[in-house]
Nanobody, 114 residues
């Protein structure tokens, strides 16, 4: 059974940094794509960043230049380095992974205080 587990969330002051990790277990294949999404209270879940198996990345405009997505295929793990955090980055962050279907993690809370 494929399982995605996020970690690294927490409380940070505006301008600070956090690094999220999402480790996949129970797989014997490589994901075509892995991504990070977030959902703030009262808002829809939105794409933050995604990375494809060949290394191509995409970012939401709101995080470009501040966040960096990376993946370690040997560890089946995707990371999100978040710098220069702002209040509006406060949300629950979810990772997902796609092969012939889509899997989601349980989410990790990121709270940015000003």
């Amino acid at each position: 059974q494929v399982r995605l587990v996020e970690s690294g969330g927490g409380l940070v002051q505006a301008g600070g940094s956090l690094r999220l990790s999402c480790a996949a277990s129970g797989i014997s294949f490589s994901f075509d794509r892995m991504g990070w999404y977030r959902q703030a209270p009262g808002k829809e879940r939105e794409l933050v960043a995604e990375i494809f198996s060949g290394g191509t990345t995409n970012y939401a405009d709101s995080v470009k230049g501040r966040f960096t997505i990376s993946r370690d295929n040997a560890k089946n793990t995707v990371y999100l380095q978040m710098n220069s955090l702002k209040d509006e980055d406060t949300a629950v962050y979810y990772c997902n992974a796609q092969a012939w279907r889509l899997w989601w993690g349980q989410g990790t809370q990121v709270t940015v205080s000003s």
